[in-house]
Structures are given as structure tokens and as C-alpha cells.
């Protein structure tokens, strides 16, 4: 791989990490509704359905994803069904504030590392759009001849280093705005605008085509 092509795949990675979906619109969820460090996790939890894909791209088992009407269909079908159950979970989230304190005591009902984790986790690796990206573009950066395992793991620790701060800093801007949602009705509405965001691109993987273009 050389440097010219790298640094394409930055720009590329560039791109398709700041372009909205259902990553952003989670970190921002949980970085307003947690604060950036428990949004954090969630985070790595995306990095790690990312790498799952670029695995799943490199060695080849996403083409045959993408040749296989079924099982195109049947992740599809799955990561439409897991976005829009995290936002129907978002939208009627319980909204406990103690009037006496600037603070919300929702903040104690923070869900555990593990679950934070693997909703990152599963939102990255049923995305069928993620599979498309990673099939249609990977191949592009990897030199044919070149050993296969070196180049997979340079593209994937940049993507990954990119993504990390495109999703903490959209963390970041969200808990900014904790102050704003310091009541009842602010928290409530601030959960049923993400929960209605994840249903709507949970309800837009259903059009995904498995040959776009």
C-alpha cells in the first residue's frame, strides 16, 4: 500500500464517518443522555461492529452477503428491526428528575458498560450499508500481490482512529447541550426526537438495495 493510497482512505473514511447514520445519531443520544464518558463506551462498541465488518469485507464473505439475496436480506431485515427496537426503547424511556437538584437523577439509570457496549456493538454490525460500503470500496485500497493481513490492519486501525473522534465529538457537542434538558419535558422530548431518528433509519434499511446503482 502505498502512501498516495492511504491517504485516499483517509479521505474515504473521512467521509462516510462524518456522514450521519445510525453511529452518529447514537453517540449523540447517548452523549446527551449520558455525558461524553459512558457515551464512550458505546463508542468502542461501534468500533468494534466496524472492524467486525472490515473483517468480514477483507476475507471475503461479504461478497458472497451481497450474492446471496437471502442472506442480504436477512441481516438487512435484522439491523432494521434492532434500530427501530432501540428507538421505540428511546422514544418511551421513563424520565425520573428530582425537582430539588439542577441535576436529573435519570443519570443513575444509566445502563450498564456491557449493554452499552453491545448496543454499539450491534448497531455497526447488522448495518447492510456498512457491508455495502466495506465490499464496493475496501478492495479498492488493497494491493493485489501484497500479503493481505498487514494492509487489513493498517486500513482498519485508521478507520477505526477516524471514527473514534467523529463520534466523540459528536458525543462531545451533544453533552454540551445538557443544560437545556434539565426538566421533565425537555428530557422526554430529547428522548422521543432520537428514538423517532432511530426508527426512521432503522425504517430506511428496508429499502437498502443489495446491488445499488
Known sequence: MTLATWITFVIAACIIAISPGSGAV????????????????TILGLQAGLLMILVIAGAGVGSLLLASEVAFNAVKIIGALYLIYLGISQWRASVDVDDTSPHLSAAADIPGWKKRLMTGFL????????????????????????????????????????????MHSYA?????????????????????????????????????KRNPG
Open 123 to 166: 448497531t455497526n454490525a447488522t448495518n447492510p450499508k456498512g457491508i455495502i460500503f466495506m465490499v464496493a470500496v475496501l478492495p479498492q485500497f488493497i494491493t493485489s500481490g501484497a500479503a493481505l493481513l498487514p494492509q487489513l490492519l493498517i486500513l482498519g486501525i485508521t478507520m477505526c482512529a477516524i471514527d473514534l473522534m467523529v
Open 172 to 208: 462531545f457537542a451533544a453533552s454540551s447541550m445538557q443544560r437545556y434538558f434539565r426538566d421533565a419535558r425537555a428530557m422526554k422530548k430529547q428522548n422521543r426526537f432520537f428514538g423517532g431518528v432511530l426508527m426512521a433509519v432503522g425504517a430506511a434499511l428496508f429499502f437498502v
Open 26 to 41: 447514537l453517540s449523540m443520544s447517548h452523549g446527551l443522555s449520558y455525558g461524553v464518558k459512558p457515551a464512550s463506551v
